[in-house]
């Protein structure tokens, strides 16, 4: 029966690594956790190196994640609709916005609960999702000042969920400059310069991120993937998060346009369990075909060693990762690799040993 196998030895091992490799640069490393579907093997993983704040797009998530751990807080990544602010100021600890509608009402919604509620505001930079507009920005800022229940905690930008344009060395060099010159005109210093996401780990390995204090990684956390080129980080596992399926029938077939004969395979997954364009034989020297809606169809490429029942790995790329994990009819298998394990015990003992002196 087709499932995900999740290494959780794999994950931890990624965000020590990333953990480390941002505090090296004096950032903190906000793990994005939106792509897992709210797993609580993932999130207790997590807990257990010390993480108790992470990034998330869904609510319901939150609500899961926080069933894990009481003591997990989250920041909520998506903009969230009128009818969900009393849900956002009682179970998050800051919320992106971009509507200044939005942050009037959640200011009423807070006063309402004796509660004042830290937001993220987020600037729209070339990525054309969501975010304020730059020339708007001192104008939300001057208003947002004058909020009773509303703190104003960070600012933030985005790059690459829409547009995919990577950031730049001169990217850097301009968010900083605006950064400054919105806080000068304001009078008011951010708390918090969240720079971006994972495709601003390139930049942070090059260049100097000048004031940004965090990043929000969650594709390189779970993939192990430079995000603006796809090509593998040499320190991180690319496959902690794998797709594995049975081989249900093999038969040779004909293509029909060509005559061209080949062999065939049917695996026990289709388009109702993942983005079947994102997936890649991992380990196997074989060809996705297609598929329909519960048949995902393989060329073999005549090797005649593949019999029925055995088993065919994927590695997902971002989009069919999440659509799997959301599933869920798919069951999900979790390991801990004894080896992997002492290796991240070898990360935390360096970490306390940092923190004693």
């Known amino acids: 029966m087709a499932h995900i196998h999740i290494n959780l030895s794999k994950i931890q091992y990624n965000a020590n690594v990333l953990r480390q490799l941002l505090a090296t640069h004096h950032i903190q490393f906000t793990p994005v956790i939106k792509c897992i579907a709210g797993d609580p093997e993932i999130i207790r993983a997590l807990n257990q190196l010390g993480f108790t704040h992470f990034a998330e797009a869904r609510l319901e998530n ?3 994640a926080k069933e894990v751990e009481a003591a ?12 969900e602010l009393k849900q956002v100021v009682l179970n998050t ?12 009402q959640l200011n009423d919604v807070a006063k309402s609960l004796n509660l004042k509620h830290p937001i993220m505001l987020m600037v729209d930079w070339k990525n054309a999702r969501e975010g304020v507009l730059t020339y708007d920005i001192v104008e939300y800022v001057q208003e947002i000042l004058h909020l009773s ?35 000068k005109e304001t009078s008011y210093r951010f708390g918090i310069f969240s720079g971006g996401n994972s495709s601003m780990l390139p930049q942070m390995m090059y ?14 956390l779970f993939r192990g993937v430079d995000t603006t ?3 593998p980080i040499p320190s991180l596992y690319q496959d902690a998060i794998t797709l594995e399926t049975r081989i249900i029938e093999i038969k040779p077939r004909i293509e029909v346009n060509s005559g061209r004969q080949y062999l065939q395979a049917i695996v026990d997954i289709g388009k109702l369990d993942t983005e079947v364009k994102d997936i890649y034989p991992l380990g196997h020297d074989v060809d996705v ?5 519960d048949h995902l169809m393989i060329d073999l490429k005549n090797h005649d060693q593949y019999q029925v029942g055995d088993t065919i790995t994927f590695r997902l790329g971002y989009n069919a990762l999440a659509q799997t994990m959301y599933i869920n009819q798919m069951e999900k298998i979790y390991q801990n690799d004894k080896a992997i394990d002492l290796l991240n015990k070898h990360f935390n003992v360096c970490e306390l040993n940092k923190a004693r002196k």
């Open 93 to 104: 600890t800051m919320s992106i916005q971009t509507e200044l509608t939005t942050i009037r």
């Open 72 to 83: 997990n807080t989250f920041t909520l990544i998506r903009a969230p609709h009128l009818q």
């Open 289 to 293: 075909l297609g598929a329909t809606s």
């Open 207 to 220: 260049n100097d991120l000048g004031r940004v204090n965090d990043l929000r990684i969650g594709e390189s």
């Open 149 to 183: 229940h509303i703190c104003l905690r960070s600012i933030a930008f985005n790059f690459m969920c829409f547009n995919e344009i990577p950031p730049s060395e001169s990217d850097i060099e301009m968010i900083n400059r605006f950064v400054t010159s919105v806080e």
């Open 229 to 231: 080129s796809n090509v």
């Open 62 to 64: 939150i609500e899961k």
